[in-house]
């Protein structure tokens, strides 16, 4: 278990955990899946793992498919031979089709997926539908300080302070509207709802939005960084997968359901910057690698 969002949930749950090393939970083979989930037979099964290279899967549509749709219909049918929980992971990249969007979708809006890994993530959440029992998270921008002395570089946040290091000036997008999340505050939101027996599809990201060009901003301000943020637009930094320039999600159904929404996402960014503080401090400089 490798990723930050599952690795923070097995933190979180302690002892209670069964974290699946890759040899055994390999999306490629969801038989070999099935067949551990089964063996185990644990009372939930969260689905953390799937194909995130949202340009390349533009190259590669059939393979995507196979692990972010193919591989969970697979577990479902798994889940419903023991009786357990399907929780799975999906994303705000469902949305952004309607380009004169401006207010935060609820979990009722009509998808509208603009590339292959929305397709397939929305395709994914149908087939973790046909387990009784599932529960089926959107969330956004995923970020974590993760824990002192690995290797870092697969979120926006570590690519930013990493570029900060060897660049004064740095053009970031600021036309794309969204929540980046932060993972201890979002593992924590998928638990309280599994715990609480919560079924169906919620939103679980911080609370309010920004663009990356402001989140860059605001990470640079807490970490003193005197690198620089120029705004651009999505047409000025073009990629091989279509972004939506408006995927804010509405969290009032998480709200009514825990009683209280997700911090703001500043708040989440704040504990970040103070986590790599601490991580600096406690074991000398953090190494990254380039987000690809």
């Not at 690198?227 to 000025?236: A, G, L």
Request: proline content about 5%; aromatic content about 6%; glycine content about 8%.
């Amino acid at each position: 278990m490798t990723g930050q969002l599952g690795s923070e949930i097995c933190r979180m749950l302690g002892p209670i955990a069964v974290p699946l090393p890759r040899r055994v939970a390999d999306l490629n083979q969801p038989s070999v899946v099935a067949t551990a989930i089964e063996q185990l037979r644990p009372d939930a099964v969260i689905n953390c793992a799937g194909w995130t290279a949202v340009d390349d899967a533009e190259a590669a549509p059939t393979e995507c498919h196979a692990i972010n749709t193919l591989a969970v219909g697979e577990i479902a049918k798994a889940c419903n031979n023991i009786d357990a929980t399907l929780v799975q992971m999906s994303t705000d990249y469902v949305f952004g089709a309607d380009k004169n969007r401006s207010n935060p979708f609820s979990e009722t809006d009509t998808p509208g997926p603009l590339s292959v890994y929305g397709f397939s993530k929305l395709a994914g959440e149908e087939a973790a539908t046909t387990a009784n029992r599932h529960l089926v998270i959107r969330t956004s921008g995923l970020y974590s300080a993760g824990e002192a002395g690995i290797v870092r570089g697969r979120n926006f946040a570590d690519t930013m302070l990493s570029l900060a290091n060897d660049h004064d000036v740095l053009r970031v997008v600021g036309d794309q509207q969204c929540t980046p999340s932060y993972v201890p505050h979002v593992a924590k939101g998928v638990l309280e709802l599994l715990m609480l027996g919560r079924r169906g599809i919620f939103h679980v990201v911080n609370n309010n939005s920004t663009t990356w060009h402001g989140f860059a901003t605001e990470l640079f301000r807490l970490s003193e960084k005197t690198t620089s943020v120029t705004e651009i637009t999505t047409d000025e930094y073009p990629t091989a997968a279509e972004r939506p320039l408006y995927s804010v999600l509405a969290t009032k159904k998480f709200g009514s359901a825990t009683g209280s929404p997700l911090p703001d996402w500043k708040v989440g960014l704040s504990e970040y910057a103070q986590a790599l503080k601490t991580q600096e401090v406690g074991s000398g400089e953090i190494k990254c690698t380039q987000y690809s």
